[in-house]
């Protein structure tokens, strides 16, 4: 694996650390999560949805080893310093100043250990007049402006999976990646540091620059494109919807002509052009709409492959669960759990030469017991358990 021999201790919980050292976990790294003794990380009882696990959970801790440990402690935070000491990577994403107070600040760790890749991520970053403020992934979408341009024009609306979360977490996984790199030329660990707030203000590209140059925020346009048209989803027959997307003139000739059958559309000048096509949104959309519920949506997207038009199902969960592409990549695997073997998507990433691990979900402190031998306190482990220092 990619990252044989590579160890990082995360001191995380919720989404945005797990994911990123989950992707760590699937190239080989080993991960040793350290979690709460009452209860563990949070996401374990955000839901019961995945056989009585939580589905947050079980989606971000594939390969990691469960070791629960009341950090607080003074027995319970010593335990935690041999392990940093003997890894390459340590990821916190816990409250503001708490990393700190625990004595893990990165530059103590790094005065100890040159080497040591520290990770600190949080909501807003360590300086600046937010730096304090709780920070959960609707709180961060809001105020970086995402929420302001998803939804329809009617009412803003959040994104339906964790964005601010996830990429701050992707973010921390490539910032680590670069760091074991430079690591190798020269030795050097490093300091990194990713805020969620950040993370979503870079994904913002267009909106963000498009409104700085021009002072005008940008609307809120549903399943439809600020700046192009025809670009949205339209009906079928059977009662589907099937997105398309003109990028240009010449597919707008091609929709009206061979896919729609309304040829005349093709010139005239309040459809002719993207510009003028954007202007008259409402009446393109009213054509190309009912020229849409003449077939169903097989057969509309048929039509719209055969003359080279863009176009995808507006489909739900359990349709992306089903979808020919996914299982015809074979992309799904069994992944072990606690309670039996569930199915799992590789990662997006795919190695010619090897497959990413997808090690197991771990039970709660299911590790405890193993990690605590390799530090040579096995035979402290029932005081240990009996004081809460470690569990559960």
């Known amino acids: 694996m990619p990252l044989d021999g590579i160890t990082v201790v995360a001191l995380e919980q919720a989404v945005a650390a797990p994911f990123a050292t989950r992707q760590l976990a699937d190239l080989g790294a080993r991960v040793l999560k350290i979690e709460r003794v009452d209860g563990g990380d949070f996401a374990r009882a955000y839901d019961t949805s995945v056989r009585g696990m939580g589905s947050h959970f079980v989606w971000l801790n594939r390969g990691k080893e469960s070791v629960a440990l009341d950090v607080k402690s003074d027995e319970g935070s010593a335990l935690l310093k041999e392990l940093i000491a003997r890894a390459d990577v340590f990821v916190q994403n816990l409250a503001p100043g708490a990393a700190a107070r625990l004595g893990l600040a990165a530059e103590t760790l790094r005065a100890e250990q040159p080497g040591l890749i520290v990770v600190d991520m949080s909501g807003y970053g360590s300086s600046g007049p937010y730096r304090d403020r709780k920070a959960y992934d609707l709180l961060v979408q809001s105020e970086a402006g995402l929420v302001s341009i998803t939804g329809t024009p009617e009412a803003p609306a959040k994104t339906g999976v964790p964005t601010a979360d996830i990429a701050a977490g992707m973010y921390a996984y490539s910032g680590i990646l670069s760091a074991l790199f430079r690591r190798l030329r020269t030795g050097e660990g490093a300091h990194l540091e990713v805020s969620m707030l950040d993370s979503v203000a870079e994904w913002m590209g267009h909106p963000l620059y498009l409104s700085a140059h021009t002072g005008q925020q940008p609307p809120r346009t549903g399943l439809s494109h600020p700046i192009i048209a025809p670009y949205d989803a339209y009906p079928t027959a ?90 015809e990549r074979d992309r799904w695997r069994p992944v072990p759990t606690p309670v039996g073997e569930i199915d799992a998507l590789l990662p997006p990433v795919t190695f010619a030469d090897v497959e990413a691990r997808m090690g197991a979900v771990p039970a709660h402190g299911e590790h405890t017991s193993a990690v605590l031998a390799e530090l040579g306190r096995a035979g402290d482990e029932a005081d240990l358990r009996a004081r809460g220092i470690v569990g559960p």
Do not use: C
């Open 238 to 327: 059977d009662g589907d919807e099937v997105l398309i997307g003109i990028q240009n003139d010449r597919g707008w000739v091609r929709l009206v002509t061979d896919v729609l059958g309304r040829p005349e559309l093709a010139e005239d000048p309040e459809y002719a052009t993207n510009v003028a096509r954007v202007r008259n949104r409402a009446k393109v959309d009213e054509a190309v709409a009912d020229g849409t519920r003449r077939f169903d949506a097989e057969e509309l997207v048929r039509r719209l492959d055969e003359a080279g038009i863009a176009s995808a199902r507006v489909n739900s969960v359990q349709q992306l669960i089903a979808h020919p592409q996914l299982s």
